[in-house]
């Protein structure tokens, strides 16, 4: 700021001269007119309307004028600086309602859009697999039992002829709970099978039998110490193994597709007597890898055939321990795990994928829900 200057003649200081503040404050205005964002108007208002301003250096010329001419420089400095605040905030508003307007239009929702930001849940295959097996002989007329997973040892073992001593009890290696008499997680869903029998005041018995067992096992590709069974029991007049094998066909065939042979072996369990492994014709290869290099089979490992469970007559021994005479009825038998039929349907080479929740293995098997 100049010093005060008695002898000053405000004509002759040029920053104050009428022409020189119209200037200044016609280049203000013309730029304030000029900014097209808020941040050039903020950079306009620092160099027009800011403390080193030239109008803000011409108001401070004013100080050292005479008391006679203060006035009238002051009113002239003093309405070019309103000219200029008011343009600057007239100028803010409608930028702001310009930015507010494109903000409305670049960031819009439609809300009325639909939203898949939760997918939907699904069943998990193996409760599929296990419905489906369950709905082929519901359709057949068989009915669903299940049992309790805390079983009773005589309804695991004895009452399937199996007594204390039986090596085959050793065969299903068992979880005991601690404290508790005669008490198992059950081993396999054959107790179901005695279950149904006695609840049953006189045959015919025809159930399907879903649910989960336990044996101690060690967790691995093909071995789970918890897993899923189905066991079928059927308890007549009259029953033979040809109706267990005709039964064992059409399962295949509503399972698999048709024209897929199955066959029993030769084999032991202590609750069938005869007693035989079921196996069905590979439905991938239908055989045709056997022999022959060029076609490999990944999910019969070439052989050709698929083994499914156990299954035979029920022994006499367990109709007569469910109440069941023997002279009288028959029944047919078998039991195999959904784990495993779920892998080989499916080509799943790994069971434990199968537990583990990850979506990643359970969505290519569709939104079944
Ligand atoms: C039984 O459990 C008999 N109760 C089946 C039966 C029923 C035979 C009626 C005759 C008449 P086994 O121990 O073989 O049989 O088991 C049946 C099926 O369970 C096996 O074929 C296999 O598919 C499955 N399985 C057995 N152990 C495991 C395991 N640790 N993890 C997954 N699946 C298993």
């Excluded at 028959?330 to 039991?335: T, V």
Aim: hydrophobic letters at 40%; one cysteine or more.
């Amino acid at each position: 700021m100049s010093a005060p200057n008695k002898s000053y003649d405000p004509v002759e200081v040029e920053a104050l001269k009428p022409a020189e503040v119209e200037r200044m404050r016609d280049e203000a205005l013309a730029a304030i007119a000029a900014a097209s964002t808020l941040d050039e108007l903020q950079q306009v208002k620092v160099a027009h309307a800011g403390d080193r301003s030239p109008l803000a250096l011409a108001n401070r010329e004013i100080g050292a004028l005479p008391p006679h001419a203060k006035a009238d420089a002051g009113k002239r400095v003093g309405q070019a600086r309103g000219a200029v605040n008011k343009a600057l905030a007239a100028r803010r508003e409608a930028l702001e309602a310009e930015r507010d307007a494109r903000v409305l239009v670049d960031e819009a929702v439609d809300v009325t859009l639909p939203t898949d930001r939760y997918p939907r849940g699904a069943r998990h295959p193996l409760t599929s697999l296990a419905d489906r097996i369950a709905d082929v002989f519901t359709a057949m007329g068989y009915s669903v039992a299940e049992g309790p997973e805390v079983e009773a040892e005589w309804l695991n073992f004895d009452a399937l002829n199996m007594g204390p001593d039986h090596p085959a009890r050793t065969m299903q290696d068992t979880f005991f709970l601690k404290d508790t008499d005669s008490v198992v997680l059950r081993t396999h869903t054959s107790p179901v099978q005695i279950r149904s029998m006695l609840a049953t005041s006189e045959p015919p018995v025809y159930v399907v039998c879903p649910g989960r067992v336990f044996r101690t096992d060690e967790l691995d590709a093909t071995h789970s110490p918890v897993f899923n069974q189905v066991e079928l029991l059927a308890v007549d007049e009259g029953l033979t193994m040809a109706d267990l094998k005709g039964t064992l066909d059409h399962m295949v065939r509503a399972l698999f597709g048709e024209g897929l042979a199955t066959r029993l072996r030769p084999s032991y369990f202590p609750f069938t007597e005869p007693s035989a492994e079921m196996d069905m014709v590979c439905f991938a290869c239908r055989g045709e890898s056997v022999g022959n290099p060029d076609r490999p089979c990944r999910t019969c490992s070439s052989e050709g055939w698929i083994e499914l469970g156990g299954c035979g007559m029920v022994n006499p021994r367990v109709l007569r321990a469910a109440g069941v005479d023997p002279e009288r009825y028959s029944g047919f038998a078998f039991g195999f795990g959904i784990d495993r039929m779920l892998m080989f349907r499916h080509n799943v080479e790994d069971m434990r994928d199968i537990f583990e929740g990850d979506v990643r293995f359970t969505l290519p098997f569709g939104m079944e829900i």
